[in-house]
């Protein structure tokens, strides 16, 4: 299995719990296709490059998926 680094955001104005589920969502994913979570990180808000879809910030979360590629 190849381990992959993965960063998704979320909206700013999502509330810390949502952020939390969307990260268990993605383990359950994860796991659910053969694949381990080896590290996660919760980089909290912080400030995009370029606007996406008129927001400024994002909540940020970083995941390391040890895990085959059909699974990602």
Do not use: C
Not at 22 to 37: C, F
Not at 45 to 67: C, P
């Amino acid at each position: 299995m190849a381990l992959y680094e993965h960063v998704f955001l979320a909206r700013q104005d999502a509330s810390a719990q949502q952020v939390e589920d969307l990260t268990a969502q993605m383990t359950a994913i994860a796991e659910g296709l053969g694949g381990k979570v080896v590290k996660m990180e919760n980089w909290g808000v912080r400030s995009l490059t370029y606007r996406m879809n008129k927001n400024r910030k994002a909540h940020f979360v970083l995941m390391n998926i040890d895990a085959p590629s059909a699974a990602i």
